[in-house]
């Protein structure tokens, strides 16, 4: 994972786990639980209360009453966080398994997120739409891009193609990549790089399996 | 992501950065190189040669001569932390767009990570093969991942039917899982999980790329 800036102080880790808490709180309104107290928050996602409290006094959350925090108002607070007012439109880059997955999953789940375009070579692809988000030419990529004020794009081509886009995204003023290629791409400072590689989190889960079954004989 | 053991010393971070280092040491090997110096790596990573050799030094790798490390000897002595001696058995549970991708993209990758089954209901996928892994019913979970001793679970399931999966996951005796599902799941203690969240992600990168915004204007 590459950061080219930290614009602020709330670390990455606070970040990704205040979006796992809305997740889980947007569940548990579903539900029709109204209310969770910090220990709750902290079994669900198996860290201490102490984090989720740290974590909550970082973005100056701190209505913890007798009934717990009031999920609908704490969701509403996070998304003032992580949402901002604009919609920000977000590009599919490569129509696999993966794109397809990625856009299905994602369409309508977030309010201020949206998927509004994806592209790809294959002539079957282009012209159809994969949950209401139109496919168009990969050469169409930089000028529609610009036009729809795309910020972010999802980069799901095959590794080995991955490299020779960089060049379009910097022009298309993308300011945001979600890597899901094997690849590291270089970006210049102010686009903003997650990578997202499969291989290194299935390794990871590896070695920490491999190192429990030693200390276990 | 959640832990429930740290083994030994090495940090998560420099398990993934170790797994990132060998992707790139087995690229630049293929097209030719055959050594590269601490800031190379840094380069292509986008971290800084301090960093690197922080990393290599941790797991006690130390021969940086003038030409650079050695790529071919780094990549096995990465090896050896990384994958132990014994081939670690996979299993994909959910044969969706996610499960396929996984199982495509992963086969044949890594010589001590294998995938050797997939799972699902539907009967359409049942009895078929991708990518040469057999999909199994469902329902046979428990007996085929004993018997092939599966160690580890790729969750590509659609995150409703999640859940129900965990006590199945645990009979098996697997010993470390990679959730794809938007669900955070409990396991008890001895299950590694990793969490591998596209939305969680995606609305990391969104709060970078606004935050970068609001400092510019």
Redo the contacts between chains.
Sequence with gaps: M???????NIP?RT??RL??YR??LL?ELARGVTHLYSHNLA?????TAVQVRRDLMLIGFSSDTKRGYDARVLVEFIGN????NEV?N?AVIGI???G???T???TG??S??KITMAFDVDPQKVGQKIAGVPVYHIDEFVDRARENRV??A?LTLPTRVAAAMVESIIQAGI????NFT???L?FPE?I???D????????????????????QK
Tied chains: 1, 2.
């Design positions: 590459s950061i080219n800036f930290v614009p602020n990455e970040i990704e979006s796992e997740r889980t569940n079994n669900i996602h198996g860290i966080i992580l949402d901002g920000m977000v696999g398994h993966i397809h997955a990625v299905q999953h994602f789940k977030r201020k997120l910020k972010i999802l300011k945001g990549v979600l094997s690849t590291p270089n102010g903003y790089v997650e997202y590689d499969i291989i290194t989190l299935l390794e990871k889960v590896t070695y920490f399996v491999k190192e429990c079954e030693a200390v």
